[in-house]
């Protein structure tokens, strides 16, 4: 009988071994205590809140420049969060230089910044600085250009109103089709989302609404996340990068608020980018004017930039574009291996 009852006491034993592990992780405080962002890289150019991150190349290839515009909506380490799982750590071991736009973070005193001060200011400044300190450092007179999220939606608008230096574009899990945007897009809708009232009365909106709406739209994903936690309790590198990842998840960034407010009016709510009809500033926003090559990367989980919605670049832009899809969900697609490969693949397609 003795082998029997160790039998049917082993899965209890390890269940107790595993939570001995957890809670002595836990109890540690290892979120607070996560270090993001260790690639190393300085900043070289500033323009309010805003920084351009320059990672050098390492190795002996030099590959082409790469800009990337990351949303303002996060901090921007998702794309370097820990050793081994980091975008530009990969990038620039195979040796290309990167530019990274880090939005920083906006204070009160920005909630009159318009979407226009960043697609039209912002991020054509940080291009241009981009493109002289490649010409000067690695004799390149272009870019490629990839923006994520939010960024990805900048950079296309931003784009098709004034090309400057970029060659060509790739956006990740960037959306275009807003109204295919699964529930989220159901949510934000002009009858529902009373959005001049909340800028009205809270200025930028704020980072823990933002956080909060995200983790509305799959309402499992907190017991997900720990489950998945306990499933893989002794491995010692995981517990680091879920550390890491809560982290980065807890570290949302205020929208500005005049921003926020025609972001939303002309994606959301008209799907504009889609359908026409936005102006900024008097300027036609027409995705139709930009002429570069496209690629449109999309996550297969994707919850928040379904598919279907990154995908609407096909219709909407004038140049080019193909399409393709990686595994993982919209932050989980930036964490594997497949996401570089796929960028140094892009890049070397048609080196100048």
Same mark, same amino acid.
């Given at each position: 009988? #003795? ?5 049917? +006491? #082993? ?27 260790? +690639?190393?890289? *300085? !900043? ?18 030099? *590959? ?9 909506i996060n901090t921007w380490t998702i794309f370097d969060l820990v050793p081994g799982r980091s975008v530009v750590e990969a990038l620039v071991q195979a040796g290309v230089p990167v530019y ?46 990839? =923006?994520?999220?939010? =960024? ?20 990740? #899990?960037?959306?275009?089709?807003? /109204? ?7 949510? #934000? ?13 809270? =200025? ?19 017991? @997900? ?6 499933? *893989?309790? @002794? ?11 809560? /982290?980065?998840?807890a570290d949302n960034v205020d929208f500005p608020g005049e921003a926020y407010r025609s972001y939303v009016r002309g994606c959301y709510f008209d799907n504009a980018l889609m359908k026409g009809?936005? +102006?900024?500033?008097? *300027? @036609? ?22 598919? !279907? ?6 219709? @909407? ?10 595994r993982g969900g919209h932050v989980g697609v930036c964490l594997g291996q497949a996401l570089p490969r796929t960028i140094l693949s892009w890049l070397d397609e048609a080196r100048p």
């Amino acid at each position: 009988m #003795a082998p029997k009852l160790h039998t049917a +006491t #082993a899965p209890v034993a390890e269940a107790l071994r595993r939570a001995q592990v957890l809670t002595s992780f836990l109890a540690s405080r290892p979120v607070a205590r996560a270090r993001t962002g260790q +690639t190393p890289h *300085r !900043v070289i150019h500033r323009q309010n809140g805003a920084a351009l991150r320059y990672f050098p190349p390492s190795g002996a290839r030099v *590959r082409p420049p790469l800009f990337i515009c990351m949303p303002l909506i996060n901090t921007w380490t998702i794309f370097d969060l820990v050793p081994g799982r980091s975008v530009v750590e990969a990038l620039v071991q195979a040796g290309v230089p990167v530019y990274l736009l880090d939005w920083g973070r906006p204070t009160t005193a920005d909630r009159e910044v318009t979407l226009q001060d960043l697609v039209d200011g912002v991020l054509p400044r940080a291009l241009d600085r981009a493109l002289r300190h490649a010409r000067q450092h690695h004799g390149s007179q272009t870019l490629d250009a990839l =923006g994520y999220c939010v =960024g990805g939606t900048f950079l296309a608008i931003s784009l098709a109103r004034q090309p400057g230096p970029v060659r060509r574009i790739a956006l990740l #899990a960037a959306p275009i089709d807003f /109204h295919a945007s699964g529930r989220l897009s159901r949510w #934000a809708r002009p009858d529902r989302f009373p959005l001049d009232d909340l800028v009205d009365g809270l =200025g930028n909106f704020p980072r823990d609404l933002m956080r909060a709406s995200f983790q509305a739209l799959r309402p499992t994903g907190q017991i @997900a996340k720990y489950k998945t936690l306990w499933d *893989r309790a @002794a491995d010692p590198e995981f517990r680091k990068l879920w550390a890491a990842i809560e /982290h980065w998840n807890a570290d949302n960034v205020d929208f500005p608020g005049e921003a926020y407010r025609s972001y939303v009016r002309g994606c959301y709510f008209d799907n504009a980018l889609m359908k026409g009809g936005w +102006t900024l500033a008097g *300027r @036609a926003v027409d995705l139709k004017k930009g002429a570069l090559s496209a690629l449109a990367i999309a996550a297969e989980q994707d919850h928040i930039c379904p598919s !279907v919605a990154a995908f609407g670049l096909k219709q @909407a832009w004038g140049g080019p574009v193909r399409t393709t899809t990686l595994r993982g969900g919209h932050v989980g697609v930036c964490l594997g291996q497949a996401l570089p490969r796929t960028i140094l693949s892009w890049l070397d397609e048609a080196r100048p």
